[in-house]
């Protein structure tokens, strides 16, 4: 069992900057990828951004492209997503998740956090 837990989230007003934290714990592997999922009612699930195990390789949507950075801690379990000129449509509860597999592009996800809520105002 992984255990992932989200914090960070909170109220921002728009064009403001937020951080998220992801702490996994548990029975971790090496080479796993943390991936950030947003949702919010009604609308797709999408994945956000994703790192590789030795944070070299990553993965971000074109919505998160030069407005979010994703890394990883030293000790490696810990993942810090870095939100900047946050937008009101990002709006959604952010997941902390991993991946089955070692690809920053995979959709394959075995374990989730509880969620985080990042509110936008305008």
């Known amino acids: 069992q992984v255990q992932l837990v989200e914090s960070g989230g909170g109220l921002v007003q728009a064009g403001g900057p937020l951080r998220l934290f992801c702490a996994a714990s548990?029975?971790?592997?090496?080479?796993?990828?943390i991936v950030w999922i947003r949702q919010a009612p009604e609308k797709e699930r999408e994945f956000v951004t994703a790192?590789?195990?030795?944070?070299?390789?990553?993965y971000y949507a074109d919505s998160a492209k030069g407005r979010f950075t994703i890394s990883r801690g030293n000790a490696k379990n810990t993942v810090y997503l870095q939100m900047n000129s946050l937008k009101p449509e990002d709006t959604e509860v952010y997941y902390c998740?991993?991946?089955?597999?070692?690809?920053?592009?995979?959709?394959?996800?075995?374990?989730w956090g509880s969620g985080t809520q990042v509110t936008v105002s305008s």
């Open positions: 790192i590789s195990w030795h944070g070299i390789t990553t």
């Open positions: 548990g029975q971790t592997f090496s080479n796993y990828v």
């Open positions: 998740a991993k991946f089955q597999d070692s690809l920053v592009r995979s959709r394959r996800v075995d374990y």
